[in-house]
């Protein structure tokens, strides 16, 4: 499986990776060479504490190269007023009588919970290239779906691109 990112997210995540190659992994190097020296291992918590922390270091620069390597680049090539990556979109769903709002964004900065939605999520894959006024069906499952009408798209601001832009 490809993951879809952008040209952005593949630069956050090399400048990540680099961060934590040039800075992490020496500091926490010397945190398991440090706490080696403290005698009997067995029962050395900070040694066995330094050493999980350098794993989950090299754990993460693995996961961000084999991102990238395996990265589908993508691009909004949507007109201004179609529903496209890093656009600020306003859906109105009827079964529920609410408005809700949702930035689409690439599959790495993706947080629902904060409204970032995926391309690849079903309410995403539904909006891509629709317009406002469209009524677009979000098909959840094969015995959920349902129907939600486009209110408003807009670029996303600079201080929500600021937020985009962590991972």
Known sequence: MYNKLTEND???MEKEIEHRKLVLRPRLLEDVKETRAHGDLSENFEYHAAKREK???????RFLEKMIKTARVI?????DDEVGVGKTVTIYIP???EEETYTIVSTMRQDSIHGLISVESPMGRAL?????????????????SYDAVI?????TDAAAEAE???F
């Open 164 to 166: 985009l832009s962590r």
């Open 151 to 155: 209110r408003k798209i807009c670029l």
């Open 128 to 144: 891509m290239g629709h317009r406002e006024g469209d009524t677009v069906h979000v098909r959840v499952s094969d015995s959920y």
């Open 75 to 79: 691009e909004d090539t949507s007109a």
């Open 10 to 12: 593949i630069r956050e």
């Open 55 to 61: 794993n989950r270091n090299e754990s993460r620069i």
């Open 95 to 97: 079964e529920d009588d």
